[in-house]
């Protein structure tokens, strides 16, 4: 997959940024948090079925509708059957969701993705007549050191530390910016070529795909305000590393991949104006 600027390098600086984002995250959470999610099962149920169901459904629905290129569906397939972005619970405290919830939810997710993957993809082989595979193992270590290790070693920072952690937290939020906003120029400008030679009609099937996953999270996520916006959050934004990683395990053709960029950059422009509204609320 040739770009202007080398993958590994963006490959390593994703890695930093999101370890940074989930570290400083856990810093100002407790193990409490995470369980106070299941004190309302029938809403943590619903949140799921719309994250690890409605999206990958979705996907399939509008790219189908949209007559695309066979390797655009795909990609856009695997995308939306990869659940747990890193970035969403941040962006979703960020725009107000509730904070006994969306931790949980963030947590949850990531832990199903390792089930819920293998059995998407299952599924996806008799869609499409293939042939493809993932292990959970791979999955599950992909999982714990993007987010669940730099989660909890922020959870045990500030549970150990809690004056260290005062100080810190504001200092990594502002590098935690810096990053994402970086990581974000560097995929656009790395991969711009590649997400041009996708086409518009890509793009508009990313963007409808993300607000009808955003309107399916917050149908869904209700009645409180608070949970609708952690709910649409994480259905609408999905896992590129996990993408990446099963297209990469399967040799996925560089159309695929770029499908999968292209996705990360229109999702994530997408929900902007959502996040927004959401916001005021908070």
């Not at 695309?68 to 890193?86: D, W, Y």
């Not at 989660?151 to 530390?161: D, K, S």
């Not at 939020?173 to 590649?194: C, N």
């Not at 041009?196 to 409180?224: F, K």
């Amino acid at each position: 997959m040739s770009s202007l600027i080398p993958e590994w390098i963006v490959s390593a600086f994703a890695v930093a940024t999101v370890f940074v984002v989930m570290f400083n995250l856990g810093l100002d959470m407790s193990p409490r948090d995470f369980a106070r999610a299941w004190e309302r099962p029938a809403l943590m149920l619903k949140a799921l079925f719309a994250v690890l169901v409605a999206a990958p459904v979705l996907a399939l629905v509008v790219a189908r509708a949209l007559h695309l290129p066979r390797s655009a569906e795909v990609g856009m397939v695997v995308m939306a059957i990869a659940p747990g972005a890193p970035i969403a619970l941040r962006r979703s405290l960020g725009a107000g969701a509730d904070r006994n919830f969306a931790p949980g939810l963030q947590v949850t997710i990531a832990l199903l993705a390792v089930v819920s993957m293998p059995m998407s993809v299952a599924v996806l082989d008799e869609v499409y007549s293939a042939s493809a595979t993932i292990s959970p193992w791979q999955l599950l270590r992909q999982v714990v050191l993007a987010q669940l290790l730099p989660l909890t070693l922020g959870v045990c920072l500030g549970r150990m530390h809690g004056r260290a952690a005062a100080w810190l937290q504001p200092r990594l939020a502002h590098l935690g910016q810096w990053l994402l906003g970086t990581l974000g120029l560097l995929a656009i400008v790395g991969f711009w070529g590649m997400m041009i030679a996708t086409g518009p009609r890509v793009a508009i099937a990313i963007a409808l795909t993300t607000l009808a996953a955003i309107a399916a999270g917050h149908v869904l996520g209700g009645p409180g305000p608070a949970t609708r916006t952690a709910v649409a959050m994480s259905t609408a934004l999905r896992n590129p590393g996990l993408a990446l990683l099963a297209a990469a395990l399967n040799s996925a053709s560089p159309a695929i991949k770029a499908t999968i960029l292209t996705y990360l950059v229109v999702a994530g422009l997408t929900i902007v104006p959502y996040a927004i509204w959401r916001s005021r609320y908070s």
